[in-house]
């Protein structure tokens, strides 16, 4: 059953993420990214981490989100600035050849894997004094400059919006 799991909500994952990288329309891969955010979301919980399946919801799918719908509606381009570039018969062979043998790996590497065989983890993984005593304890500093970044983000789709007022 968790295998089975394990594959729908990957598979939901790769699925998310392709529309996420293939819509013409911000805003549908947008849609697609949060997809992938909450199959991640699933991921964690099967993984016995409720906690950071709960802050991949409220945090990635919820805070970031929308804040990326925003800039997104923040910036209204028009149809015309959204036009499909023509990509050269090259590229299109270069990533087939490149994605094809990494998919081939990555099942593979799947299929190898023994789902059964879990070593239990230790007390307390995943718990919220756990994953706080890493996050303001040995990477105080890396959340820190996320938080910097995200302010920065904010401000230039602001500068950005002010130019087409």
């Not at 099942?107 to 070593?119: G, M, N, P, R």
Request: glycine share 8%.
């Amino acid at each position: 059953m968790e295998k089975t799991l394990f594959l729908i909500l990957s598979a939901v994952a790769i699925i998310g993420a392709l529309v996420t990288v293939t819509r013409k329309n911000p805003l549908g891969s947008a849609i697609g990214l949060i997809v992938t955010f909450v199959a991640l979301s699933g991921l964690y919980f099967t993984s016995d981490a409720p906690f950071v399946g709960a802050l991949q919801v409220l945090v990635y799918a919820g805070a970031i989100m929308v804040l990326v719908v925003f800039v997104i509606m923040l910036l209204n381009l028009p149809e015309g600035e959204l036009e499909e570039e023509k990509i050269p018969p090259r590229s299109w062979a270069l990533a087939f050849f490149s994605v094809v043998p990494l998919g081939f790996l990555c099942i593979a590497q799947i299929l190898s894997t023994k789902f059964e065989d879990k070593e239990p983890v230790g007390e307390g993984f995943g718990s919220v004094k756990a994953v706080g005593q890493l996050l303001f304890g040995d990477y105080l500093l890396q959340f820190e400059v996320v938080s910097l970044l995200l302010l920065v983000a904010i401000v230039g789709a602001i500068v950005m919006a002010k130019k087409r007022l």
